[in-house]
């Protein structure tokens, strides 16, 4: 939550920090469209796959139909991160002790990665953080 707000902020002060969310948002316009994915902000026309193969962007491309706006983008990458939180306090708790867990989750919930990656704008390695997070043990 604290993810989605920091950047929902950001982008209505006009801060965002880079490029990408723009680009990102056009692929992802275009494929809601259902249009080869495209970004014209690196030139007009220019086919995206041909520099940044990341198909996975598609998934978004229903939420962006329904609320185009680059803000679908910054709340899908918050939940993406956070979302990511909970196999890792579950792990954790499993093996060390709910307190423990609980610790060991909210430290990597403020980690220095997932704050890099939150204050990047938008990133599709975003989809990646919930699949690389361990799967809780089994009992």
């Known amino acids: 939550m604290l993810y989605a707000v920091l950047a929902v902020s950001r982008w209505a002060r006009y801060e965002t920090m880079s490029w990408d969310l723009g ?61 990511s939180v909970h196999p890792v306090t579950s792990a954790a708790a499993r093996l060390l002790g709910r307190r423990t867990g609980l610790l060991i989750g909210a430290a990597y919930g403020m980690s220095w990665g997932l704050q890099k990656a939150a204050d990047f704008d938008f990133h599709e390695i975003a989809f990646a953080v919930p699949l690389i997070a361990p799967p809780s043990p089994p009992p």
């Open 23 to 83: 680009i990102f948002v056009q692929v992802v316009d275009s494929y809601a469209h259902l249009r080869t994915p495209e970004a014209d902000l690196k030139g007009p026309g220019f086919d995206i796959l041909g520099d940044h193969f990341s198909p996975v962007l598609a998934l978004l491309a229903p939420l962006y139909r329904l609320w185009p706006s680059p803000v679908t983008l910054l709340l899908a990458q918050s939940v993406l991160l956070g979302w």
